[in-house]
């Protein structure tokens, strides 16, 4: 006599909930293989969803990755949040650090353990360059961060402000070259230049 088996009904995942997953999943394929090297298909399949139902979440793949890219601003956005608190908790870890120094650096050592955020960020900018929707985008997403560095850490010097942001820029680079000192005194240059690709590389 068979045994009695009975079906397990498939727990349904909410729509919000499945959407949130396919933009988890969404940056990490995005920051390795940028808006046109992507396949929805491969983002899907890590969810365990078919391709259509992305797409009635997200009519196009330029939806999921701008959605992918405001994830990555967010991300950011509550990392600054995050590390302003705790300093004005504990204070500066550095004796002569204030706040912004204070984010900068915890920065610096974020984006080595988040690589994929790191390179969201450059595949979003290298995006712009074709589509002025994404431009604008990235622009705004940008511009709020700017502002939030402004409310998190007090500080209205515009100068003051322009020299965080650029040294955000100088860690992404440096991070995507594998390089910790960007500086041109450091001896990377040097070395670089004595590491010859080779032949059709």
């Not at 088996?5 to 727990?11: A, N």
């Not at 709020?144 to 515009?158: H, N």
Request: contains cysteine; hydrophobic residues 45%; charged residues 25%.
């Amino acid at each position: 006599m068979a045994a009695d088996t009975k079906t397990v009904p498939r727990k349904r995942v909410p729509a919000a909930e499945r959407r949130d997953a396919l933009i988890e999943a969404a940056v990490h394929h995005f920051a390795h293989g940028g808006l046109h090297g992507t396949k929805v298909s491969a983002i899907a399949a890590d969810v365990g969803v078919a391709q259509p139902y992305v797409f009635s979440l997200f009519p196009t793949k330029r939806d999921l990755f701008l959605a992918a890219v405001g994830r990555c601003f967010e991300k950011i956005g509550a990392f600054f949040e995050a590390v302003g608190r705790e300093y004005d908790h504990k204070g500066p870890a550095e004796p002569d650090d204030d706040k912004l120094k204070t984010i900068g650096h915890a920065y610096m050592g974020a984006i080595a353990d988040n690589p994929h955020v790191l390179l969201l960020q450059l595949q979003a900018y290298a995006a712009c360059g074709d589509d002025k929707e994404i431009q604008t985008f990235v622009r705004h997403e940008y511009a709020k961060l700017v502002e939030l560095i402004r409310e998190v850490s007090g500080i209205e010097d515009q100068e003051e402000l322009d020299g965080f942001f650029q040294a955000g820029m100088w860690c992404n680079v440096a991070a995507a070259l594998g390089v910790e000192d960007f500086s041109v005194c450091s001896g990377w240059v040097e070395t670089a230049l004595a590491d010859e690709p080779a032949a059709g590389s």
